[in-house]
């Protein structure tokens, strides 16, 4: 069994109540942490080496010290509870049955910022959830872990739950802010940075909820027994959802020291591909990181073993790797078509862009439109063309990356599974009626004979 | 017009934030509009949720119109919101669709003709895991087949009695 940090106790019954958490070790961290100057707590984060758990993968605890920290002027901590990447669970997974890990990660996070306020921003949809957090606060405060004083140290905290109403583009940090200000969700021109000015122009950090959960086992054992975890760069552990077509879907913890193969294969987590298929392709790390071919999953283009962790996946670049991203890792089995995959994702991000930028509110549109037609059957060649220029000209032309998120799943798509786009338009009516199949991108263990097309 | 106990909890909402920043407290307040009358913002409600914050129509429309969990017309009593986003197609979100399209004789975004039903397609509800599924009002209905899909339909029936 791998180790694990964030889950160790999801299996203890009722461990989202308030007492059982506490009985179990819950807040010894923040006790531990309310005992330590905020400058000590944020050394240990640093030495954890714990990067951002939302996508991006930014140290987190630079990321604290680049707040601002102007005389007179409140700091927000902003937790990132939008959870909307296609692919990816586990944030709901964390608030669902561990809510106190979350809110006494916000606690020990809010005083090493000095931050006397903390909103926690939830997808709408979630509508379920704010009610469990909200009882969790409630509990905490009782137990004089929120409210004025905490713990006789002379801290104040409030947390507050915040929905947001369907709109994927509320997960990015500048529009999630505008969201939380009550408007539009439109991101931000960045400079300035949310740590200099943020919510209601004060300094403010926004974290995801796995990254600011994973505060408390840092506490617990220490920055520097953190960084033991994992391997290289990629330190600790990771929450993974995994969805699409594997045995055993759901949300699994693991160490950043196992292999992609053990990943799906083995019955401590994915359990193998469903059905007895084999394995055709995986986007690992949520709808905006490249889908990769399975014989460029399992080893990278050197030959060498592909692990689970940042640097290992997004090895090779995007010329044959991927990215770690939010950990929602699809698989597909070989009766999948990447075609019409890659139609709801261009849909999704279509429906999805806030408009503000030509090149993505016009581009995703027109991938859709393009992709629509190559998946009937209407599809020209020059299609396949069209649509790697229109990718290529929304990437890095635009104000939030939603752009380049919309551009690198057709981009990728179209790289590594080019001939089926091909197949489409050549064959179209045999299209309609029963997919590509594997073709050359064998599963590389073998498993069986590759089907033949 | 909101209960009194509404009004409360938009009191209590705006309390969260500083001073003079009570438009923050615009998209809670509309679910709770949303939630009160009827499942949709006519014109009048939107009006009326901006008179309570004290900030013009206008901001409040433009927000309204923003979030896709927010209708602009009404629906039926009960609105199966399908999910059509690449891990649930994978999983078979298609033919749920069109099984629920036959079942009720409706498109995807209408309503039947009793006003009991609405069906839409939505993207990824992070549920990827459990596909496919649908949100019915606050709670999601997950590992959907023909079967479970045929219950939901009795189980809103007979509510709806
Ligand atoms: C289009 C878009 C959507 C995003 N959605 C999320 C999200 O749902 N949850 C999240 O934590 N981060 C999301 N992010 C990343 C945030 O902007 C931000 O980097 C993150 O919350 C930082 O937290 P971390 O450093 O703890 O990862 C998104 C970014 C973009 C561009
Ligand atoms: S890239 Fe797309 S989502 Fe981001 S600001 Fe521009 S239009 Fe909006
Ligand atoms: S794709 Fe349907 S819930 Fe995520």
Not at chain 1, 24 to 36: D, F
Not at chain 1, 40 to 59: H, I, M, N, T, W
Not at chain 1, 175 to 181: F, G, H, K
Not at chain 1, 253 to 271: D, H, P, Q, R
Request: with cysteine.
């Amino acid at each position: 069994m791998g180790r694990k940090l964030l889950l160790d106790k999801a299996h203890i019954e009722n461990i989202r109540y308030y007492d059982v958490y506490r009985a179990n070790g819950g807040y010894e961290s923040a006790e531990k942490a309310l005992k330590m100057t905020p400058e000590l707590v944020l050394d240990e984060v640093k030495k954890s080496g714990l990067r951002g758990r939302g996508g991006a993968g930014f140290p987190t605890g630079m990321k604290w010290s680049f707040i601002a920290k102007p005389e007179g002027v409140p700091r927000y901590l902003v937790c990132n509870a939008d959870e909307s990447e296609p692919g990816t669970f586990k944030d709901r997974y964390l608030m669902e049955f561990l809510p106190h890990l979350l809110i006494e990660g916000l606690l020990i996070s809010s005083y090493t910022l000095g931050a006397n306020s903390c909103y926690i921003y939830i997808r709408g949809e979630y509508a379920w959830i704010p009610d469990i957090l909200e009882e969790a606060i409630a509990d905490a405060k009782k137990n004089g872990w929120l409210g004025k004083n905490i713990q006789g140290t002379g801290f104040d905290l409030e947390i507050y739950v915040q929905r947001g109403a369907g709109a994927y583009i509320c997960g990015e940090e500048t529009a999630l802010i505008e969201s939380l200000e009550g408007k539009r969700g439109n991101p931000r021109i960045k400079p300035p940075f949310p740590a200099i000015k943020g919510l209601w122009d004060c300094p403010t950090v926004v974290n995801n909820v796995e990254t600011l959960a994973a505060i408390v086992p840092i506490l617990r054992i220490g920055g520097e027994e953190y960084a033991k975890y994992g391997t290289g760069k990629s330190t600790g552990t990771k929450l993974i959802s995994a969805c699409g077509n594997i045995n055993k879907p759901g949300v699994y913890e693991i160490e950043m020291n196992i292999s992609v193969e053990e990943f799906i294969y083995s019955e401590e987590y994915c359990g193998g591909i469903a059905n007895g298929k084999r394995l055709k392709a995986c986007i690992p790390g949520g709808s905006s990181v490249p889908i990769v071919p399975a014989n460029l999953l399992l080893k990278t283009a050197k030959g060498e073993t592909r692990m689970m962790t940042y640097e290992s996946l997004s090895d090779g670049g995007f010329a044959t790797g991927t990215m770690m991203g939010s950990g929602g890792f699809i698989v597909l089995d070989e009766d999948q078509c990447i075609v019409k995959n890659t139609l709801t994702f261009a849909r999704f991000y279509h429906h999805e862009s806030c408009g503000q930028c030509s090149p993505c509110r016009e581009g995703t549109g027109w991938m859709e439109r393009v992709l629509k037609n190559i998946e009937k059957g209407k599809g020209k060649m020059s299609d396949i063309d069209l649509l790697w220029d229109i990718q290529r000209k929304i990437e890095g032309n635009t104000i939030c990356p939603l752009g380049d998120a919309a551009a690198w799943p057709v981009a990728a798509a179209i790289r590594h599974f080019r001939d089926e786009f091909e197949w489409h338009v050549l064959n179209p009516e045999e299209s309609q009626v029963r997919n590509f199949g594997l073709a050359h991108y064998a599963d590389p263990l073998e498993i069986a004979a590759p089907a033949a097309v | 017009m909101f209960s009194e106990a509404k009004l409360n909890k938009v009191k209590e909402i705006i309390a969260r934030y500083p001073q003079g920043k009570q438009k923050s407290a615009l998209l809670p307040v509309l679910h709770l509009a949303q939630e009160e009358f009827g499942g949709w913002l006519s014109a009048e409600t939107m009006d009326y949720v901006a008179s309570l914050l004290q900030i013009t129509p206008i901001e409040v429309y433009e927000v309204a119109t923003f979030y896709s969990m927010f209708n602009m017309k009404p629906v039926g009593k009960y609105v199966f919101e399908v999910c059509h986003t690449g891990p649930c197609m994978l999983r078979g979100s298609d033919n749920i669709v069109d099984y629920i399209k036959k079942k009720l004789d409706i498109n995807v975004g209408e309503t039947t003709k009793d006003g009991l039903f609405t069906l839409k397609t939505v993207e990824c509800l992070g549920a990827c895991g459990y596909a496919p599924m649908m949100q019915l009002g606050k709670h999601f209905r997950e590992h959907l087949t023909p079967e479970r899909v045929d219950e939901i339909i009795n189980e809103c029936r007979v509510n709806a009695n």
